[in-house]
Each structure stands twice: as structure tokens, then as C-alpha cells.
């Protein structure tokens, strides 16, 4: 009973929520729903017994991706009509997106749902989520996996790449050179005879 | 992940084992309210120690008028703010002006569903328990970009941005120093990793000395240690690290716009993150609810142990408070990207290897 709720409940959340984040006039409150979409997704997913993959899911895409969303709309000043201006010239365009979309979904959901009877389990051997993750991710799919750690790592560096910028006339701060400074570097004690001046 | 809640027979309730789905929701529903209600009594007396460790390092008295002590000065600041008007700045964003302490809050409980105080005494002992404390505490921090953009208003939108890149930043290296732990215990399950540290001090992870292997590295544990507890301080916007809500630069950051019950919830949240973090270096570190020798105490219910190592990491977070100037938001991040975060990526390669070639709990994983 309570997962059955619990599972209504929640996709119907996700959905409109989903639909929220595209009818919504405000960009900031598009990544709040967004927002709640993913953590509703994350809430599916603990329902089916993948508690591991719901907790990434928080950590990765709401902890991490969505808070740079949010800063980037936050800090860019949008114009929301000149944003809504554009619709009704977009709207064709997007439309056949979204029906080849929606197509697509309908084939893939299709075939999966008419042969077959599988309903995603637990293994029964009562290993956890994450150890049988362990156990593929590094023995079949251990290529894969630190393949993709690379490219990541690539993009990465790209990013600090292009925006790294080398200014002239920029004072770092050095800490090693400021612990390390002393009383005689600092001071320089002068005597200057009374009425001579600095000999300006 | 539901058939391993734990609280057999803990506060004499009945063995959840015989129980139907309903029963056993409102069990749950009777536990987590106890635990509510528990936790906001402790921290207002929390709020009233910090203030009063406070103000005997800087030689004055703190709060003693209310109640003896002024032992009940939390409460009254209570009232205070729950009678105070709400004021919603003309130009902000009602719905997620208000949203956003709630979300501070609820966040900040949600965290405490998996942190077991005693043995067995846990809303919920899910197998994932660290990874569930990360997702959640990655999670807070909108309550805080939030409440700085729906102001509409400069210093507390700073006040935000400051925050949220602190946050993230050192969210990083405690991801990874927690990494060190889970290795060195063999498990995510809080439960598992306070059990891995039971009979006397030199099981616990800050001082890892249980057989000589363990000496190659015990002395990197002890500084994992050390390294959790100043991230800790920086995660929880505590002094030196209270950048975001710097009084000389910010006024009060994030905060600034907020008066009466949503500063309050602000604050509240705050200070159940701090005891969050005072949980999770006892659990983590200071082998959690397990006494520091087992001879002789088998009378002292585990939960003293448990509360007195939470009260000792808490004091020291307030002697922080009291004796160490505030750091300069560029050192700050220097601190985080080029000090902790190396250090704790080599920490966590040397500690793997150690697992693998030299031994230890390695059996306890898959």
C-alpha cells in the first residue's frame, strides 16, 4: 500500500514539476523545479530498490550541476519578454523535436514493456547496492570507467585552459615569503642630522 | 534498504518485526518526533554553551539573567523571535523569501535520519548512511542561495555566492577524508564503522593504533582528523570561516533581510548542522558511542559517550569561535583547493594502498 502511494505520489510530483520547469516564467524558479524533478527521480529510484543510484543522483545533479545552473541564471541579467518574444518562430521547430522525441520513447517503452515480464528486482544473493556496483564497474567495465575518469579529467583541464589568463602587474600573495620575511628586510633605520633634510 | 531499520525493543516499544505496515509507520512517526524533539531542547542549550564558552574566554559572564545560570535564555530569544513581525522585503521573491529557511531547516533534520546516537537507536540504519549525509548536506546549501537571491538586495546576495562556494569547495575534501574512513572501516553504514572502533581509544580512527601495521597510517588518520574537523568549521560557516556572514564586510550575509521566525529557522538550522558535524567526527573518528576503555564502565549507557564526545568536538568548535581571527576570503579558498584538497586525494590514494597490500579491514567490503 504505502509504496504504491508513495510511487503515485511521487511521479505525479515529478511530472508536473517536469512541466513546471518549461511553463515557468521566471528562469530562477525553471531550476528550482528542475530541481524537484531530479529529486523526485532520485525518489524513483529508491522505490525500486536502487538506493545507490538515487543518492548519486542527489549528490551529482542536485548538489553539484543544478547549483551552477542556478548560479548562471542568477547572475545573468535575463529579459524575459525578449526571452518570450522569440516563441511562436521557435514553436515549429521544437514541436517536431519534441513529437521525434516523444516517438522515439513511445518504440524504445514499447518493445521493452510487450516482451517481457521483468520487473526490476534486488539480487537475492543480498549483496548491496553499491558492492555489486563495485564488483562490475572495476573488473568487466574497468576500461570504461577510468576511460571516462579521463575524459572528464581533459575537459577539465580544457575549461581551465581557455580561461586561464596570464595578467601582467598582478600582486600574489606568497605565503611562504611573508612567514619568512624578518625585521631586517622590513626595516631600514636612517639618521638623519637635525636641518640637513632627506636631500630632496 | 527498508528491511534493515533497526530499533529493536529500544525505548521499551515493541520488536518491529511483528508489526503491520501501518503500525510501523506510525512507530516511525512516533521515533522521528521524539528525535525532533530531543535534538531542539539539546541545541537550544547548545546555543546558550556556545554563547557562554563565548564570553568566559573574552572575561565576561554571557547570559545570566533568564533562569538560573540564564539556563533558560535560549528559550526566551525563542519567544522573542516567534513574536516579532515578519518582515518580506517589497522587492523580493515572497515564495522563495520564505521557502528558503525551510528548506535550511528541513535539510539540516532530514540529515539526522541515519545518525545513530547508541547502539540501535537510529530513525533509520540504511547501508548507504554516509552517502546519504553527503547528498543531503550538498543539499543545504540552496537553502542559503536562495534566501541571499529572493532578498533582492546586494550584501545578502554576496553573502550567498561566498557561501555556496565555500560550501562546495570544502565539501570536496571532507567527501574525501570520509573516503579514508569508510576504507580503513570497510563499510558506508554508520552503524558498521562506530562498531568497527569498539573496545578502547587505539581502535578509534583518530588514533588508529590496534597492531603494528596500523602504525604506517596512524599518523595520517590523526591528520584526517584534524583536516575533517577545520572543514567542518568551514561546511558549517563557523568562525574563522564565517566569511559568509562577515559583520565588517556583509553586515550578516545571506541573512540580512530576514527578521523574526525565518532568521530564527536560519539559525536553527545553522546550529543543527554544527551538532551534525560534532555527530559525524564522533562517529567517524571518535568511535561513537563506544567508551575510551572498556574496563570497568559496562554501567554507563552507551548514549553518555556518545553525547560527552559530541559536547568535547563542540566545545572545541567554540573555543575556535572565541580564539582565532577570521580568515581572508582568498586564503580561505586557498586553504581549500591547493592545501586540503591535495593533501586529502593523497591521503585517500595511500590509505587504498595500505588496505590492499598491507591488510587491515579490507575483508569487510565486497
Known amino acids: 500500500m504505502l509504496p504504491v502511494l508513495s510511487f503515485y505520489l511521487i511521479s505525479s510530483v515529478a511530472i508536473a514539476a517536469a512541466f513546471m520547469v518549461v511553463a515557468s516564467r521566471n528562469p530562477v524558479h525553471s531550476v528550482m523545479f528542475l530541481i524537484l524533478t531530479f529529486f523526485s527521480a532520485a525518489g524513483l529510484f529508491v522505490l525500486m530498490g536502487a538506493e545507490f543510484l538515487a543518492l548519486l543522483l542527489v549528490m551529482v545533479y542536485v548538489g553539484a550541476v543544478a547549483v551552477l545552473f542556478l548560479f548562471v541564471v542568477m547572475m545573468l ?7 518570450k518574444r522569440g516563441f511562436f518562430s521557435y514553436f515549429p521547430m521544437g514541436g517536431v523535436v519534441a513529437v521525434i522525441l516523444l516517438m522515439e520513447l513511445i518504440v524504445i517503452g514499447g518493445s521493452y514493456f510487450a516482451d517481457s515480464e521483468v520487473t526490476p528486482e534486488p539480487r537475492a544473493d543480498g549483496l548491496s547496492n553499491i558492492e555489486a556496483f563495485g564488483n562490475v564497474l572495476f573488473t568487466d567495465y574497468a576500461f570504461f570507467f577510468e576511460a571516462s575518469g579521463l575524459i572528464l579529467l581533459i575537459a577539465m583541464i580544457g575549461a581551465i585552459v581557455l580561461t586561464l589568463r596570464h595578467r601582467t602587474g598582478v600582486r600574489r600573495q606568497d605565503i611562504t ?10 626595516v631600514e633605520l636612517v639618521e638623519i642630522e637635525s636641518g640637513a633634510g632627506t636631500g630632496e | 534498504m527498508f528491511a534493515n531499520f533497526i530499533m529493536p525493543g529500544a525505548f521499551g516499544l515493541p520488536n518491529w518485526e511483528n508489526m503491520d505496515d501501518v503500525q510501523f509507520f506510525w512507530l516511525k512517526v512516533a521515533v522521528i518526533v521524539a528525535f525532533v524533539l530531543i535534538l531542539s531542547i539539546t541545541l537550544a542549550f547548545l546555543i546558550l554553551a556556545d554563547r557562554k564558552i563565548w564570553a568566559a574566554a573574552q572575561m565576561r559572564r ?29 522587492g523580493s521573491d515572497k515564495t522563495l523569501f520564505i521557502l528558503a529557511p525551510i528548506i535550511s531547516l528541513t535539510m539540516a533534520f532530514l540529515a539526522w535520519g541515519v545518525v545513530p546516537v547508541a547502539p540501535g537507536w537510529v530513525i533509520s540504519d540504511i547501508n548507504i548512511g554516509v552517502l546519504y549525509i553527503l547528498a543531503i548536506s550538498s543539499m543545504g546549501i540552496y537553502g542559503i542561495i536562495i534566501g541571499g537571491w529572493a532578498s533582492n538586495s546586494k550584501y545578502p ?44 581509544f587505539w581502535n578509534w580512527h583518530a588514533f588508529y593504533l590496534n597492531s603494528p601495521q596500523a602504525l604506517l597510517i596512524a599518523p595520517v588518520m590523526f591528520y584526517m582528523f584534524i583536516l575533517f574537523f577545520v572543514s567542518a568549521l568551514a561546511e558549517t560557516n563557523r568562525p574563522p570561516f564565517d566569511l559568509p556572514e562577515a559583520e565588517s564586510e556583509l553586515v550578516a550575509g545571506y541573512q540580512v533581510e530576514y527578521s523574526s521566525t525565518p532568521y530564527l529557522l536560519f539559525m536553527f538550522a545553522e546550529y543543527l548542522n554544527i551538532t551534525l558535524m560534532c555527530a559525524l567526527i564522533t562517529i567517524l573518528f571518535l568511535g561513537g558511542w563506544y567508551a575510551p576503555l572498556d574496563i570497568g564502565v559496562q554501567f554507563v549507557p552507551p548514549i553518555f559517550w556518545f553525547v560527552s564526545k559530541c559536547a568535547f568536538v563542540f566545545f572545541m568548535f567554540a573555543m575556535v569561535k572565541a580564539i582565532v581571527p577570521r580568515y581572508r576570503y582568498d586564503q580561505l579558498m586557498r586553504l581549500g583547493w591547493k592545501v586540503f584538497l591535495p593533501t586529502s586525494l593523497l591521503a585517500v590514494m595511500y590509505v587504498s594502498a595500505w588496505v590492499v597490500f598491507v591488510g587491515g579491514n579490507a575483508a569487510g567490503g565486497a
Open chain 1, 77 to 83: 541579467d535575463v529579459d524575459f519578454s525578449e526571452m
Open chain 1, 177 to 186: 615569503k611573508q612567514v619568512s620575511r624578518t625585521r631586517k628586510d622590513g
Open chain 2, 62 to 90: 554571557g547570559p545570566n539573567v533568564v533562569g538560573p545560570f540564564g539556563l533558560l535564555q535560549s528559550f526566551a530569544d525563542l519567544l522573542k523571535f516567534v513574536f516579532k513581525e515578519i518582515i518580506i522585503p517589497a
Open chain 2, 157 to 200: 546576495f554576496l553573502g550567498a555566492l561566498r557561501s555556496a562556494a565555500q560550501m562546495v569547495s570544502y565539501e570536496v575534501s571532507i567527501g574525501f577524508i570520509i573516503i579514508t574512513v569508510l576504507l580503513v572501516a570497510g563499510s558506508l553504514n554508520l552503524t558498521e564503522i562506530v562498531m568497527a572502533q569498539g573496545h578502547g
